[in-house]
């Protein structure tokens, strides 16, 4: 055990927290998410399990040691609702409140549509998968600089 260091930032997940560089982008997602098929397009090619963790919790453990980018008008995007693209559901909300309580201001989030959320996703540095029961909890987060 570490102190300071949230208990459910895993060995594993704190490697790729640190080797991550600036502009890089995670992704955090629900259980649903096709996260396995989707690491073997990553740069670290696998999936950091953090099961038995919603997503909320585990946004507040990565953002608790991982600045989010002041570069960019958008740092995190999550994904549009399916046939009602303006909708904003409870973890979309709930995941704003995380980001901004972490960076200590408003954060702007975009948003992408399905497909082009995983295209996207992608290109990640690296997946954090959780148990979180969904749905549209999937979430990119682009790595700042200290």
């Known amino acids: 055990m570490l102190k300071g260091i949230d208990p459910i930032l895993t060995a594993e997940l704190l490697f790729v927290l640190k080797a991550m560089g600036h502009g890089d982008e995670i992704l955090l997602c629900d259980r649903n998410h096709p996260a396995t098929s989707l690491a073997a397009t990553t740069t670290h090619g696998s999936v950091v399990s953090l099961f038995g963790c919603d997503l909320v919790r585990a946004a507040t453990a990565v953002l608790s040691v991982m600045p989010i980018d002041t570069f960019v008008d958008e740092p995190v995007m999550r994904m549009k609702v399916v046939g009602n693209p303006d909708e904003i559901v409870p973890i979309h909300t709930a995941m704003q409140a995380v980001i901004n309580q972490a960076e ?32 549209y909890g999937c979430f990119l987060f682009k790595k700042g600089v200290l």
């Open 104 to 135: 200590g201001r408003a954060i702007t989030m975009g948003a992408y549509e399905r497909f082009d959320f995983y295209e996207a996703a992608g290109k990640c540095f690296a997946i954090v998968q959780t148990s979180d029961p969904g749905p």
